[in-house]
């Protein structure tokens, strides 16, 4: 079956500079989330878009946006890179329903910053 | 913010042996979740749960949603060494609400 695609897989970016980060989700799928993981940590929830508008926000600095495109796919932009923002980011996809959402996550994205 | 108390933080076992974790909160959940995630790699669902007092398998895993919807067990039968890892629960709130708040995760280690 398909899976929540991430790309880059792997990421390395000095301070200050600005990276974007992409997720393809599960066919069919209407809603994506993004969560960020710091070493030995469990994951935080940024942000999420169903249908291409944001549906809910959570601890997402400023310095980060994202949006939803019209083949929902999803991009979060990072600006003013920080040692600190050095994490696992994971997209999540799931088929919005009122009672029964599953989210499901893709491998991720390790940024490292220098 | 909603937080979830998730027990034991780690657990070494032997082969063979069955496991058991657990997530607690002082809110109520809609949702229950329990995921596997390996080093660097992302979360893997093992089991969703959606009512109350729910008791649903797979496999070897067991996970229950608890009738005050406040805590949720997941037991492992018989573990092998694949089965090393950290398990996470995680609660959605439902209600408009749909982010997960996650445990802090259980490590487990099998030993041969």
């Known amino acids: 079956a398909a899976g929540v695609i991430q790309s880059p897989r792997h990421l390395i970016k000095e301070k200050r500079e600005t990276a974007t980060l992409k997720c393809y989700p599960i066919p069919r799928h209407d809603t994506v989330y993004w969560y960020q993981q710091g070493p030995g940590q469990d994951p935080q929830f940024l942000i999420s878009?169903?249908?291409?508008?944001?549906?809910d926000k959570g601890s997402i600095p400023d310095r980060f946006s994202a949006q939803q495109f019209s083949d929902y796919h999803s991009e979060l932009n990072m600006s003013s890179l920080e040692l600190g923002d050095s994490a696992l980011y994971f997209c999540?996809?799931?088929?919005?329903?009122?009672?029964?959402?599953?989210?499901?996550f893709g491998p991720g994205t390790r940024l490292l910053v220098l | 913010g909603q937080q979830l108390n998730q027990s034991p933080q780690s657990m070494f076992i032997q082969e063979g042996e069955d496991v058991s974790m657990n997530c607690t909160s002082s809110?109520?959940?809609?949702?229950w979740l329990w995921y596997k995630q390996d080093p660097g790699e992302g979360p893997v669902l093992l089991i969703a749960?959606?009512?109350?007092?729910e008791l649903t398998s797979n496999g070897r895993l067991t996970a229950q949603f608890g009738i005050t919807r406040k805590d949720s067990f997941l037991n492992i039968s018989a573990s092998i060494p694949s089965d090393v890892g950290i398990y996470f629960c995680?609660?959605?709130?439902?209600?408009?609400?749909?982010?997960?708040?996650f445990g802090k995760g259980t490590k487990l280690s099998v030993i041969p």
């Open positions: 999540a996809s799931s088929l919005r329903t009122v009672d029964q959402e599953t989210q499901y």
């Open positions: 878009f169903y249908e291409k508008m944001q549906s």
């Open positions: 995680a609660g959605q709130p439902g209600a408009g609400s749909y982010q997960l708040t």
């Open positions: 749960l959606y009512k109350a007092g």
């Open positions: 809110s109520i959940f809609n949702t």
